[in-house]
């Protein structure tokens, strides 16, 4: 989603939130069972190849550690959200090109940044040409 940082929120980052992960992908516990499966419905006269095997078990590791890199990264864009909100609260925040200004009364944090609500009712993804004074 390619968001400007400037004028005020048409489609926030919450609707993004809100929409379905794509039919294509394969979460974590979805790559567990099948996997599992597998192990379970194999011949055993004719057992897996061991390098196939320990190729699965890697392919394992890798998403196990993606899950984990993806929770840590979350934590630290949600500490940096925080972060950027207690900063602007109850200062005057105003986009580049002028157009929307007025005091911030509220962030709200979503994963896609944070959303500043002016007290003129307007809502500011906070970003690049963003001016806090």
Do not use: C, H, W
């Amino acid at each position: 989603m390619a968001v400007s940082g400037v004028g005020s929120v048409g489609t926030n980052a919450a609707n993004k939130a809100a929409e379905a992960p794509s039919a294509n992908s394969l979460d974590y516990n979805a790559f567990l069972q099948l996997l599992l499966a597998q192990m379970k419905n194999q011949d055993p006269t004719e057992p897996m190849d061991s390098t196939a095997y320990m190729g699965q078990l890697a392919s394992f590791s890798n998403v196990e550690q993606g899950m984990k890199m993806n929770t840590k990264l979350d934590s630290l864009m949600s500490a940096f959200y925080l972060n950027q909100a207690d900063g602007v609260i109850g200062r005057t925040l105003t986009t580049a090109d002028g157009a929307v200004s007025g005091k911030v009364m509220s962030v709200s944090i979503y994963s896609d940044g944070a959303i500043a609500k002016l007290d003129n009712g307007k809502q500011v993804l906070l970003g690049p040409g963003i001016v806090i004074t």
